[in-house]
């Protein structure tokens, strides 16, 4: 078996994952990348965290479809003959379009919330369900879940009433199973993203570019996968180790109270 720990990163051909990926890599674990379909990107990302050191795989993986957790859990280890100690849920999809939030389908609806939520929720319960069933300690000194949920958990945007709720709901998901698993030495955290510069988010960047020079954020720029990835390595490493279902801001002041 690797003496390297294995993280599983979610949604990780691209943007925030992606840079998660790297980031672990560099900190000494080998990466698990999942994608809900087969890319070239997905390919590329591979081949850069291998460059990192690391070894790496992809995977297709439905977050939506529960049933499959536990043997894509199975199967990463048995491909890189290792344990995964770090699960880091970055996978998520969004709205189907922004819209009055009189307008929202249950398509959309249930879209967010089969992934983003209930997906979530299941894989961390195999995923915990998994490293208790095992006979041996982690090899990682600080095994972790690590969730990216986003500034919307919190702050309210009408136009995308769906995705709000159910990063609300995975929120408090993660709140729940970091008192389920404090006691088992499985640190759990919660990163909410805000405004980060992204293939997703580059459709509302010129709406965005004008509210953050009048002042929506502290620092007026956009922020980046890599400052994203920086704080999960920071998590996974152990960089936080007295603290449970703590949930770390990055957003540049997005979310602090001002008037």
Known sequence: MSARPI???TGSRRGIGRAIAVELGLAGFDVALTDAAASQELEDAVR???RTGACAIALISDLADIDSH?????EIEATLDGQIDCLVNNAGVSVMSRGDLLDVTPESFDRC???NTRGTFFLTQAFAKHCLA????AVAPHPSVITITSSNAIAASPLRGEYCVSKAGLSMANTLFSLRLAEHGISVYEVQPGLIETEMTAP???RYDAQ???GLTAIKRWGTPQEVAT????LATGGLPYSVGQAIRIDGGLLVTKY
């Not at 704080?231 to 920071?234: E, F, G, H, P």
């Open 113 to 115: 919330i089969a992934v």
């Open 134 to 137: 095992r006979s041996g300690g």
């Open 7 to 9: 993280a599983l990163v």
């Open 204 to 206: 509302s960047r010129a």
């Open 231 to 234: 704080t999960v390595r920071t």
């Open 212 to 214: 953050i020079e009048q």
């Open 70 to 74: 536990t043997g894509t859990l199975r």
């Open 48 to 50: 850069e965290v291998e």
